[in-house]
């Protein structure tokens, strides 16, 4: 989980930027930075449907707001639930 501490002392504003520190997660082609684009370990390119904003599926999210809490990242075998 990426906290909204370390959100904010990141400045954060994107999921890329979010994801920085987070291991098996690297950054793509973000199309000139009208998306965000990163690889997952062992999972492929984000666009599978396997974001998720409030639970419900994100193809192409961008940018947060004032109300982002935390980003979670799940890992490990129960993350293919």
Sequence with gaps: TVSDQVLE????????E??????????????????????????GANRDG????NGLRTVLPRR???ATERVEV???PASTL
């Design 18 to 43: 979010a994801l920085y520190n987070v291991s098996n997660v690297v950054q793509t082609n973000t199309l000139g930075g009208t998306q965000d684009a990163f690889v997952r370990s062992g999972f």
């Design 50 to 53: 396997s974001i998720m904003t």
């Design 9 to 16: 002392n990141q400045n954060a504003t994107t999921l890329d």
């Design 64 to 66: 947060f707001n004032a």
């Design 74 to 76: 799940l890992k490990g």
